[in-house]
């Protein structure tokens, strides 16, 4: 197993795709997202409970299609999002004894920029909507007023979003094309058909390729993360501790990943019909699963497309744990969701697998 795990290693590090997939394609993208701090520009507020909701400020501000407003969730879950910089800003609206209405405006300094972009649209509509009144035949006293409180948070850069997305991107990119293409490869050559001469038992020729991918990926993922935290800025938040809990994470996803390998490479005909199958894989994954834009930005109808993908779970575990500082047993549930996946996965590959070509 381990003259398996030494060959096929050594291989995998002399084979320019598996290179450029594994490790150049991710850094080429956290290297141009960490020198950018651009992206899909959405604020998204929310209401705290009990505000009045037919405010002509409210009904303005949902006219603007940069803002998306979060309505029905308690304060206190709110107050934590906001904090964590899922939301950028929370608003209250109530009436004083002198009939005026306070607006109270929470922002935080995860989002600063988003704050203050938001201060600046709600301060323009309650300038003008205190105007009209000035000009109208009742008193002349401002309708609406505003308050602000900034709430401590720490800063979410945007590196902080694309670089688990790219981490997730190296490991399902590994998991599928490098096993699919290695297996194909083993049985068309009849590699295989000469281990079964050998005492070698199938299973570790398993192990052995498997193990191969895993110490592969796992060095990518080292040098992805180290080159995120020290030249941009990338959050561990719990240092070395986070950087540990994160790999953990990784390993459990490319495990679940190797397994849609092995069904692609059981399905495929040859080395041609392996590209095909394995897009249909991974580029819904890719593109729906945030790992280059929130889940949040997409269509409401398509988000529950997003929520049934493996590598959507995988790469919020992977943020929670960096930037929130959330622990393995914190993120059970999308672990739990992942080798679900597994399960069904192996039990596919099972049926699919073949150790000789047809």
């Known amino acids: 197993m381990l ?10 590090l002399r084979n320019p795709s598996a290179v450029v997939f594994n490790l150049i394609f991710p850094l080429i993208f956290i290297v ?4 950018i701090s651009g992206g899909s520009f959405r604020i998204d507020i929310a209401l705290e409970e009990g505000s009045d909701m ?7 501000l949902e006219k603007i299609s940069s803002i998306k407003i979060i309505k029905g969730k308690p304060d206190s879950e709110m107050l934590s999002e906001l904090e964590k910089g899922r939301v950028d800003a929370i608003i209250g609206l109530e009436k004083n004894e ?6 109270n405006l929470k922002t935080t300094k995860a989002s600063p920029e988003r704050g203050r972009i938001f201060k600046m649209m709600l301060n323009e509509i309650i300038d003008k909507q205190n105007l009209a009144m000035t000009k109208s035949e009742l008193p002349q006293v ?10 401590e948070g720490r800063k979410f850069k945007t590196i902080d979003f694309i670089l688990p997305g790219q981490l997730g991107f190296s490991l399902l990119s590994a998991g599928v094309f490098g096993t699919a293409f290695i297996f194909i490869s083993l049985r068309q050559t009849l590699v295989i058909k000469r281990f079964f001469a050998t005492p070698i038992n199938k299973t570790y020729i398993l ?10 990926s796992m060095f990518s993922s080292v040098i992805i993360i180290l080159i995120g935290t020290f030249f ?15 790999m953990i994470l990784s390993i459990i996803a490319l495990i679940v990943f190797l397994g849609f390998g092995f069904v692609v490479s059981g399905i495929a005909k040859n080395e041609s019909a392996v590209p095909p199958i394995a897009n ?17 930005n997409f269509p409401d109808w398509l988000q529950p497309v997003s929520r049934i993908l493996p590598l959507t779970y995988l790469n919020e575990a992977l943020r929670k744990v960096s930037f929130e500082g959330a622990s393995l047993l914190d993120v059970r549930y999308d672990i739990l969701i992942m080798l679900i996946w597994g399960v069904v996965v192996y039990a596919i590959a099972v049926k699919v697998f073949k150790w000789e070509g047809e």
């Open 280 to 296: 249909l894989i991974t580029l819904p994954q890719f593109l729906l699963a945030g790992t280059f834009f929130p889940i949040s």
């Open 232 to 246: 941009f800025g990338f959050t561990l938040v719990n240092g070395f501790v986070t950087f540990i809990n994160m």
């Open 142 to 151: 401002p309708m609406t007023e505003l308050k602000e409180e900034v709430v």
């Open 32 to 35: 141009v997202f960490g020198f």
């Open 54 to 60: 037919n405010n002509p400020v409210i009904e303005n």
């Open 98 to 103: 002198n009939g005026i209405v306070i607006i």
């Open 3 to 12: 003259a398996i795990t030494k060959a096929s290693l050594r291989a995998l």
């Open 207 to 216: 192990l052995g390729e498997s193990l191969s991918r895993l110490i592969f």
